[in-house]
């Protein structure tokens, strides 16, 4: 492992940055291959090739890295590979964790600034990708028992309490800008997917209790989230879903503009949020609450629902979508989720080699693969790579 930390992306080739991302570039396909040689479905030579490829060059540890890229996306994959109980490793990734310590404390004191400037949030300060949420999950794997990970643990319980921004009170996680450029959203809005929205601190205050990782107020937190979802739930003839987002003025009339379930997707759909709420559940002992998250997880799985679905991908298609049902089942006290898996199964593996030309872990065909790795043995990642995807219950 001879990669070496860089501080300034400035100092990056675009190979450089390409092969540390896990979003969208090469470093995706090296944690497939890591799957793949701990199932016996491929070799730990080509899976080596494609580490020491990742890791060869400068590693970038600015603060703009996340899980997704930089140190964090590299220490994440050396951590998948370490399974295999080879030292080199194990002795790497441990290399990377001062620098992933190091970042997550200036991520950590740049969101007390904001907060103390009477700012909003924003994705990349919270999310799964970029924020301090995905550096969190990978906390979890790296550093359990840390002050470092309570910090991040007491940083989503503020982020869970209601603020006043400009004589308003807004959700915390309330951010000023839109969801997507082709999404506007005139004023701000507040999100409730798991990849960038209010489900994924949910997730992980949830998955670490689960862990025996709790800090004060972690357990109120996560019943005032749940909360949250349970006032902006909604029923149709499709079965129970929520909005991908809300404007200041839905928040403030209490009703959304969006009219009924979108696609089912990790991301934004029903899945993840139903996925987020049942891991809340489990946390909090509640089996009202698991039973609701459980009936939504279970009726967005529909032949009627996943034909809305027409991308392969982890972030917005049918891969996402079936690892998160196979997770959710086997938490599962309603045997319907369990009991779709085998057609979601199949419509992976028809929709696997759709054309497609993104690349990376979210969208590209990396991300597939793992999902049909899943599929194909029935059983939990050895590598553990969908903890990047704030779903699994085991490290």
């Known amino acids: 492992m001879n990669g070496r930390t860089a501080p300034e992306v400035g100092e990056l080739t675009e190979r450089d ?57 590299i220490a994440f994959i050396l951590h998948a590979a370490a399974t295999s109980r080879d030292p080199r490793y194990q002795v790497a990734a441990r290399g990377l964790d001062k620098h992933v310590a190091r970042l997550v404390q200036r991520r950590l004191a740049t969101a007390a600034e904001r907060t103390r400037r009477r700012m909003p949030a924003s994705f990349a300060e919270f999310d799964v990708f970029r924020g301090l949420t995905g550096l969190g999950a990978l906390l979890l794997l790296r550093a359990p028992n840390s002050d470092l990970l309570g910090g991040v ?74 909360g949250w979802f349970d006032q902006w739930r909604r029923s149709s003839p499709e079965g129970l879903w929520w909005p991908q987002w ?57 032949d009627q629902q996943l034909h809305k679905i027409t991308d392969p991908g982890l972030c917005h298609g049918i891969a996402g979508v079936y690892q998160t049902a196979f997770r959710a089942a086997a938490d599962a006290a309603n045997p319907a989720i369990g009991h779709r898996l085998p057609v979601l199964a199949a419509a992976l593996a028809r929709h696997a080699h759709d054309q497609n030309d993104a690349v990376g872990l979210p969208d590209g065909p990396a991300g597939v693969g793992l999902a049909l790795q899943t599929a194909r043995h029935s059983a939990p990642p050895r590598s553990g790579w969908d903890a990047c995807l704030l779903i699994a219950t085991t490290p």
């Open 246 to 302: 809300l404007t200041r003025d839905e928040l403030g009339t209490g009703h959304t503009a969006q009219q009924g379930p979108g696609r089912p997707s990790w991301c934004y759909g029903t899945p993840g949020i139903a996925r987020a709420l049942q891991l809340a559940a489990l946390a909090t002992r509640d089996p009202a609450r698991r039973g609701i998250a459980e009936k939504a997880m279970a009726e967005c799985l529909t």
């Open 153 to 226: 643990l007491d940083y989503m319980i503020r982020l869970s309490k209601p603020r006043r921004l400009d004589g308003v009170e807004l959700p915390g996680w309330w951010v000023d800008h839109d969801p997507d450029p082709l999404s506007p959203t005139p004023g701000g809005h507040v999100n409730l997917g798991l990849a960038h929205g209010v489900a994924g601190p949910l997730a992980l205050l949830s998955l670490a209790a689960l862990r025996g990782c709790r800090v004060p107020g972690q357990i109120d937190a996560i019943h005032r989230v749940s």
């Open 17 to 73: 940055v390409d092969r540390q991302s896990l979003a969208k570039g090469s470093a995706a396909t090296a944690l497939l291959h890591i799957e793949r040689a701990l199932t016996g479905a491929g070799d730990w030579a080509t899976a080596h090739a494609h580490i020491r490829q990742v890791t060869s060059g400068p590693i970038d540890s600015a603060p703009h890295a996340g899980l997704y890229y930089g140190a964090p996306a």
